[in-house]
Structure formats: structure tokens, C-alpha cells
């Protein structure tokens, strides 16, 4: 095929993307990849100025090529950008940015994906769009009356623009934890967590949490309890920063409130504390727009998949998008996994003849 034609579409040029493009680039598969970012590193290119991973470089990388080690334990967010500019420029990956693909609809044994720079038809496509364009903030009373500003920490970028301000961090995820430790320099902040949050021993980083996990799931899967000691892929990674919170008094948090006010926020208690900023750390759910015509999407945000093939619609593949795609596939450390088992399903199919039809 050629043009505007290719056996496989993979829409999204992030860490699952690319991670998908390496398996398909090593089988020969005619393949294009579009993206919506301006340039490489995905949502990486949207985390705040200090991000940090909670693995090593050495096991925080793609298939086939490591991600280099760099002077610090916990490679940065550029550090992370620039890898994956450097992976894709060393497999020369079909890229096509920026590019937004607007909808994917049946055309016949095809998939018609129609974008902003004209139609693309696939005879498979992959969703490697992540959750970055979909953040989730929850619901509280007297939402709408808070005069104060509410953000998401997909906006977040730096703190030096809340100084000296009120802040109440909500999220007991390791954004929250790296979030609430460097505002607690610079500002009033408060870190709101549904529960006491659980902090990890200093020697443990994603790779033993990667693992953990993984562990787990097997144990389920084959019926035994599983063994594996306490730890997930949600808890508190003590990177430096957190650290130094943790050293000078500041990762305390308390439980959540129970409404908005016009100034602030009201207790269980009933006690009132004014604030002028809300900074959800809340998460994300997946960013499926493009496939939301075809009717594949379920209450809960997902999409039922056969590993990670679409049930109602055999042409299409979902990976990186967190638990229901793989263990660990939101993650560097996991996505490659879920990328090779589906590029294997993919290129079986199209190397044996077999039409990938509903």
C-alpha cells in the first residue's frame, strides 16, 4: 500500500505508540504513525517542570534501545522528552505531526480515519492516545461557587506562580506527594488524600513496584493469594524532593473536605479555611474521542479488549492506557510488554492473509 493507505495506523506518537512502532518496524509492516503533539515526547512534554520517574533510566526504557543514564538516579521530564526524540530519530519512524485525528469509522475491511491534514485508511489501527487529554477532576458541592482558581496538575508546569499563596493539593499519588513537596516551599500548602498515604522505603522505586504488581496479577489470575509484599504501582515513591519533604516536616495530609465555599472549603468538622488555589492531582481517564462514533466505549471509560484487542471491533488495538490494557502499560517501564504482544497479534494476522474484519 502506499499513500494515504497503510496496513496499520497508529494514532499517537507517545511512549505506547512508539513502543508498538518498534515491533511493527522490526516485521516490515507498512505502518504511519500520527500524532497530535507539535513535536516528540508525548504527554511527557506536558508534565510540570520538575517531574521526575520514580525508576531508574536503566529500567525506564523501550524496547531495543535503553534509555541512556544521566547524572541524577530519577531521570527528569527532559531527560525523558529527549529519549524518546532520540528513539524515534534512530528507527525513523513514519511520523506524521501534528496531526489530529478527529474520528475512525468502518469502511468496509478498512478503517477510514479522518483527520485535520485530510483521510487515512488502515486495515488496523492502534490507540496509543493516552490519558493526557482527558483529566479527571471529581465533583464536590458548592463547586461551582468557588471564586477562587481550580487546575489540574496536567496544567500545572511550575509553582512559582502560587507563592505566598493558599493551596490545597488534592491526589494521593506520587504527583501529589512531588507536588505538595515543592509548593510547601513557596507557598501555604495543605495535601488532601482520600487516606493516610502510603510511602514506600526509600531503597524501593518503580522497577520493584512494576514487578510487585505484575506479580500480583498472576497470583489472581491463577487463583492463589498473592505473596508478593505490600507496595503498588499508587504508592509514594521517595524520590529526592519527596524526600526532603518528608525530612523538614511538610508531607502531612489530612482527609478531604466535604464542600466548596465561596472562599474556600468547609471540613467535616464544620471549620472553614479560605483558599486561593485547588491543584487536582486526581488522575486521568482515557482520551478515546476518536473512536467514540463507533460505539465500543463502556460506562466506565474503557473498552472491552481481548488482551488488547477491541472485542466489538477486531480491526482496532488499545495500548498504554493503564491496568486495562496490561500491567503497568500506562507506564515507561510496562508499556512494552502489552507493545509486543499486540504487535505479534497484529503481524500474524497480516503476514498469514487473515482479513481483520468485525
Known sequence: MTGREVDIAIIGGGQAGLATAYHLRRANIDFVILDGEAAPGGAWRHG???????????????PGWPMPPGDDDYPSRDAVIDYLTRYEQRYAF?????????????????????????????????????????????????????????IHS????????????????????????????ELSLIADATWVTERPPVFLPDDVDGRVL?????????????????????????????VAPVKAARDRGDLGSVRPFVRFT????????????????????????????PVAELGLIEPDGTVALDGTRCRLNPKLWFVG???????????????????????????AALTDGLAIQN
Open 48 to 62: 510540570w517542570d520538575s517531574l521526575r520517574l520514580f525508576s531508574p533510566a536503566a529500567y525506564s526504557s523501550l
Open 154 to 181: 496536567a496544567h500545572y508546569g511550575g509553582p512559582e506562580r502560587f507563592a505566598g499563596q493558599r493551596v490545597l493539593v488534592v491526589g494521593g499519588g506520587n504527583s501529589g506527594a512531588q507536588l505538595q513537596a
Open 210 to 238: 512494576f514487578q510487585r504488581a505484575t506479580a500480583r496479577i498472576k497470583a489472581f489470575q491463577e487463583g492463589r493469594t498473592p505473596d508478593a509484599p505490600p507496595g503498588g504501582l499508587g504508592d509514594i515513591v521517595m
Open 262 to 289: 465561596r472562599t474556600g472549603v468547609m471540613w467535616g468538622d464544620g471549620t472553614q479555611t479560605d483558599i486561593d488555589t485547588v491543584i487536582w492531582c486526581t488522575g486521568f481517564r482515557p482520551a478515546l474521542t
Open 94 to 150: 513514519p511520523v506524521h505531526r501534528p496531526v489530529h485525528v478527529q474520528t475512525i469509522a468502518d469502511d468496509g475491511d478498512r478503517l477510514r480515519i479522518m483527520t485535520d491534514k485530510g483521510a487515512w485508511r488502515a486495515r488496523g489501527g492502534v490507540m496509543a492516545t493516552g490519558t493526557w487529554r482527558h483529566p479527571y477532576i471529581p465533583t464536590y458541592p458548592g463547586q461551582e461557587l468557588f471564586e477562587g482558581q481550580q
Open 321 to 347: 492506557y493503564g491496568t486495562w490494557t496490561g500491567p503497568g502499560s500506562a507506564t515507561l517501564i510496562g508499556v512494552g510488554r502489552s507493545a509486543r504482544d499486540t504487535a505479534a497479534q497484529m503481524i
